[in-house]
């Protein structure tokens, strides 16, 4: 399996992490991995924070990839969910101008958008 991600945040490392049961893979996943701190807007991100990139589908990633101009938008929202600094919503919206300002083509931006605000509920509360 050959696997491409475009990665537009210098130092930023990709890695394919693998999942075993009972010593047998079952699952692989890429992972984003700052290798320096990055700041967004107000906020810093520490060299070593992880994420997966965009949580999309693997049905749409034809559309939608993962990572592209959107991953730093992505850094930040995830990290935003994870630390609980701001409310869902300020983190959402944050999303969506990181990805406008990075040049994120406006409807994909927008379908992204949409997308956190419908489905990441599950990631908030848990």
Known sequence: MEIKYISVIPNCEVLI???Y???IPYNEKTIFKLKKDLIIEAYEIKEGYESDGGSIPRFLWSILAPSGKHLRA???????????????????ELF?????????????????????RLFANYKWIN
């Open 17 to 19: 992490k693998t999942y």
């Open 21 to 23: 049961k009972n010593g």
């Open 74 to 92: 992505t850094l930040l929202h995830d990290w935003l969910y994870d630390n609980r600094i701001s409310s869902r919503k300020k983190a959402d």
């Open 96 to 116: 969506l101008q990181i990805m406008l300002e990075d040049k994120v083509v406006k409807w994909k931006a927008y379908i992204m958008y949409y997308g956190v």
